[in-house]
């Protein structure tokens, strides 16, 4: 039987390391940001539901979601922001469900993984078998991220005040793992965690 785990974690966590370890493994990798992207693609509903509920002015001349456009309509504006997650985040839980079904209709991955950084604001947690958590303290995730992101620190401190705690995520967690230490330290609990899945 094909196990599905939902992997969250914050800004920093080491969240897409711990997919991309997964997948050279041999799971199957579902990103939620691509699967985000493909929403906004003309045709798709929530295309035309953006559309209407924000007016043709986010449109780019190809007929695409100018993404750029449609952040300014909603950044700063927590009711706008409601508006928009409430069309696209059905939408992408229902290409990930599908795409879940047609990997295991084919067999060709015992593992699936569902990367998903609103894992929990969404309430995707129940798509998966396992809910796999990333954490990092703020102030590795602060020292990480403004050194990746090249953004001055308050940048990342703004942005990981928007976001759940590591407690609230650890709460909801069936698997935490700890990414405060080196990468290989990470990547060896992950080994683990995947040698008891595929036991």
């Given at each position: 039987m094909t196990k599905v785990i939902c992997l969250t974690g914050g800004i920093a966590s080491g969240k897409s390391t711990a997919a991309r370890f997964l997948k050279e493994q041999g799971a199957h990798v579902i990103d939620?940001?691509?699967?985000?992207?493909?929403?906004?693609?003309?045709?798709?509903?929530?295309?035309?539901?953006?559309?209407?509920?924000?007016?043709?002015?986010?449109?780019?001349?190809?007929?695409?979601?100018?993404?750029?456009?449609?952040?300014?309509k909603v950044f700063g504006k927590p009711e706008a922001l409601k508006q928009l997650t409430a069309i696209v985040w059905p939408a992408i839980r229902a290409l990930a469900e599908e795409e879940i079904a047609g990997v295991r209709a084919a067999g060709t991955a015992r593992v699936i993984v569902l990367e998903a950084a609103v894992l929990f604001e969404a309430g995707w947690q129940?798509?998966?078998?396992?809910?796999?958590?990333?954490?990092?303290?703020?102030?590795?995730?602060?020292?990480?991220?403004?050194?990746?992101?090249?953004?001055?620190?308050?940048?990342?401190?703004?942005?990981?005040?928007?976001?759940?705690?590591?407690?609230?995520?650890?709460?909801?967690?069936?698997?935490?793992?700890?990414?405060n230490g080196t990468p290989e330290a990470m990547l060896a609990q992950l080994r683990l965690q995947w040698e008891r899945i595929n036991a």
């Amino acid at each position: 039987m094909t196990k599905v785990i939902c992997l969250t974690g914050g800004i920093a966590s080491g969240k897409s390391t711990a997919a991309r370890f997964l997948k050279e493994q041999g799971a199957h990798v579902i990103d939620a940001d691509v699967l985000g992207h493909r929403t906004y693609e003309p045709g798709s509903s929530a295309h035309a539901q953006v559309v209407a509920a924000f007016g043709s002015d986010v449109l780019a001349p190809d007929g695409t979601i100018d993404r750029k456009a449609l952040g300014a309509k909603v950044f700063g504006k927590p009711e706008a922001l409601k508006q928009l997650t409430a069309i696209v985040w059905p939408a992408i839980r229902a290409l990930a469900e599908e795409e879940i079904a047609g990997v295991r209709a084919a067999g060709t991955a015992r593992v699936i993984v569902l990367e998903a950084a609103v894992l929990f604001e969404a309430g995707w947690q129940d798509v998966g078998d396992e809910v796999w958590v990333n954490i990092v303290d703020r102030d590795v995730a602060i020292a990480r991220a403004t050194q990746r992101d090249k953004v001055p620190q308050a940048t990342i401190e703004k942005r990981l005040d928007a976001q759940l705690s590591n407690a609230e995520r650890i709460a909801r967690a069936d698997v935490v793992i700890d990414n405060n230490g080196t990468p290989e330290a990470m990547l060896a609990q992950l080994r683990l965690q995947w040698e008891r899945i595929n036991a």
